[in-house]
Nanobody
Framework: QVQLVESGGGLVQAGGSLRLSCTAS????????MGWFRQAPGKEREFVAR?????EYADSVKGRFTISRDNAKNTVDLQMNSLKSEDTAVYYC????????????????WGQGTQVTVSS
């Protein structure tokens, strides 16, 4: 069992930065693929970034967001720079046991989300 708790959301002006953090409890954190997703009002949840041994990003955030993990601390962070109003969403941390498994599978885990609001 893995529990994920996000923190670091808030209100920021366009062009500003925020750093989200996700703390995981449970064993074998280092073996999990960790990801960040977001859901804006009225829209479906979408992929933002993921990290295993390498990082991958959605095109919409590439060059602005950076995902990182600290396996010793069981944390995965999302540094968000040059924020835009369209980045406003609830951001979710997720974990899955391997790259081939589904993010919404029975062995995957999700946090409760943290709100990010970017004012223009």
């Amino acid at each position: 069992q893995v529990q994920l708790v996000e923190s670091g959301g808030g209100l920021v002006q366009a062009g500003g930065s925020l750093r989200l953090s996700c703390t995981a409890s449970g064993r074998a954190f280092s073996t999990y693929v960790m990801g960040w997703f977001r859901q804006a009002p009225g829209k479906e949840r979408e992929f933002v970034a993921r990290i295993s041994w390498m990082a991958e990003y959605a095109d919409s955030v590439k060059g602005r967001f950076t995902i990182s993990r600290d396996n010793a601390k069981n944390t995965v962070d999302l540094q968000m720079n040059s924020l835009k109003s369209e980045d406003t969403a609830v951001y979710y941390c997720a974990a899955k046991p391997d790259p081939r498994s589904a993010w919404y599978g029975s062995n995957s885990y999700w946090g409760q989300g943290t709100q990010v609001t970017v004012s223009s």
